[in-house]
């Protein structure tokens, strides 16, 4: 979102970005309710997320500019066009630009695939306890490797993402 610097003692000769960017948010946060309705039996719903706010240059200065990030997790079926343009479509009539960073498409692997089946059997042979095949709503190099190479994928790992990220992230031994 774009403004104009003014002191922050004559407010009224800026435009104050921050302030500019609040329809903006509430727009998103709107959007981000509908895309969750969608959902994948594995994967469960789409997101988007604001994950960072960005504005202003100083204390006393009115704001010039203001962005949000964004974090948008596609569904396999859903394609990178199309969530920008739905983000578009909430975004522009309030004047707002939008700038791609980067959109990664959803990729999946059969749970009948070889690869699926012989990590299912390892993991159960390992763990003495059955497993089912489950997703894995991080991004991670899959995408690359199954929807750029061709490569049948499977993800394998300690711990789960509701333990990342946080501040006592940690994996069960």
């Known amino acids: 979102r774009r403004g104009k610097a003014a002191h922050a003692s004559e407010p009224w000769e800026g435009v104050n970005a921050i302030a500019g960017m609040a329809p903006v948010i509430a727009a998103l946060d709107s959007l ?101 095949a489950a997703g894995f709503g991080a991004c991670c190099d899959m995408w690359h490797l199954a929807n750029h190479g061709g490569v049948p994928t499977v993800i394998l790992g300690p711990g789960s993402l509701s333990q990342a990220h946080k501040s006592d992230e940690h994996i069960a031994i």
């Open 32 to 132: 981000a309710a509908r895309v969750a309705d969608r959902r994948d039996p594995l994967l469960g719903p789409a997101t988007l997320v604001m994950t960072m706010i960005e504005g202003g240059i100083g204390r006393n200065v009115v704001p010039p500019s203001c962005s949000v990030l964004l974090d948008r997790r596609l569904l396999p079926g859903e394609t990178a066009a199309q969530a920008r343009g739905e983000i578009e479509s909430v975004t522009s009539p309030l004047a707002c630009e939008v700038e791609e960073v980067s959109l990664a498409e959803a990729a999946s692997t059969r749970a009948d695939a070889p690869i699926a089946l012989a990590a299912l059997g390892a993991r159960t042979a390992a763990l003495r306890e059955p497993s089912g």
